[in-house]
């Protein structure tokens, strides 16, 4: 699973450097401005890890906020497309966010992790490492598929169930297999209070621009949750 993950995001990187940005309204007219809201303007000396930053929009924007910015990635080629749109701004790592991350304890203020762990079968070790390399009273910031609509991806879905599912995305005329793995609401919130106390739980809606774009496909999205967005700390 986990190979298959990384080749994938390998053959996409140049998809996602050069298109994503402005190609997917459910980044540009989603899950982006819901996440941004939960995030200060000025992030002025704030040191923050951006987990599973693919090509580094997130990185770009939170450097362009004045922070510090790691970003972290699983695929090479996605650290080195994010390379390209970052140059010098953000330090840029490839690990396994299921292992031992590299980086010292009480490292970062923010924890921000954009439609990632879904790709992760077991986020125990991961939480546990987020809860070491974050500062006390720091923020973590994470959007994952809502559990409901994968389901619809499923013939017979098991909801209490964490399924692995392989979607299938076509992109700039290319047909991907995408795995990933759906986790019920329980498992998601439990696994996060464990470490950290919750602040706020977000079923984002898309944007006027979606509804002016795709309307008949905003309308079913006002109907059905889509993303799922957690905001928590660590304690102090």
């Not at 390209?84 to 790592?93: E, F």
């Not at 209490?160 to 986790?183: H, N, S």
């Not at 006027?208 to 905001?231: C, D, G, N, S, T």
């Amino acid at each position: 699973m986990k190979a298959k993950v990384k080749q994938t995001f390998n053959s996409l990187a140049g998809i996602y450097e050069h298109q994503v940005d402005d190609g997917s309204l459910f980044n540009s007219e989603f899950e982006r401005p819901a996440m941004l809201e939960q995030i200060p303007d000025s992030l002025e000396g704030k040191d923050i890890l951006d987990a599973g930053c693919a090509a580094g929009w997130y990185t770009a924007e939170l450097a362009r906020r004045g922070a510090n910015v790691t970003g972290a990635d699983l695929s090479p080629e996605m650290i080195s497309s994010a390379k390209s749109r970052i140059g010098n701004k953000a330090r840029l790592v490839c690990c396994d966010l299921e292992g031992e991350l590299p980086f010292d304890s009480h490292s970062f203020d923010w924890i921000i992790s954009s439609l990632t762990l879904h790709y992760l079968k077991d986020w125990n070790q991961t939480f546990a490492e987020f809860h070491r390399i974050l500062r006390p009273g720091g923020t973590i910031l994470f959007s994952v598929h809502h559990p409901f609509m994968d389901m619809k991806l499923l013939d017979e879905p098991d909801y209490l169930a964490a399924e692995m599912i392989v979607d299938r995305w076509t992109k700039a005329g290319q047909t991907f297999d995408v795995p990933f793995y759906r986790r019920p609401l329980q498992d998601i919130i439990n696994k996060t209070i464990a470490r950290f106390s919750m602040q706020e739980l977000i079923e984002p809606r898309p944007t006027q621009v979606f509804k002016e774009r795709r309307p008949e496909q905003y309308e079913k999205l006002m109907k059905a949750p889509h993303f799922l967005i957690v905001r928590a700390a660590k304690a102090l």
